[in-house]
């Protein structure tokens, strides 16, 4: 295989689809309205503000700006795949230049490094 004969359109395709599902997962996070004082704290709209509600929301809020965060990180990802798709650059590894496996790309259509650049990074 080399880069070349990649079905890029496939992997345009795979793209695609992931960053669709990433938009979609953004938009469907819980966005409840919440006040935040002027020291940056949460400030609950509840008028029972009992003690496990306003815990409970605040995770509830964490959970949402933790998940945007990965998603936004996520999209970045994909977005660049994309580029590199139009740069020509595609499936190519960005520490050694060797061609990423096709069954790699399948599995993480994002990915930069090819298995043995990937496997040395973790140990690092």
Known sequence: MSA???????YRSLLEERRAGLVAAAEGLNHEASLVDEAGGF???RLD???????TDT??????EGLEEDTGR?????????????????????VCGREI??????AVPTATLCIEDKRRDERA
């Open 4 to 10: 070349g004969s990649l079905d890029l359109e496939h």
């Open 101 to 106: 496996g096709e069954e790699r790309l399948e």
């Open 74 to 94: 996520l999209l970045a990802d994909v977005d660049a795949a994309l580029a590199r798709i139009e740069a020509g650059t595609y499936g190519l590894c960005r």
């Open 49 to 55: 503000d009992h003690p496990a509600d306003v815990a």
């Open 59 to 64: 995770f509830a809020r964490e959970l949402d």
């Open 43 to 45: 400030v609950s709209t």
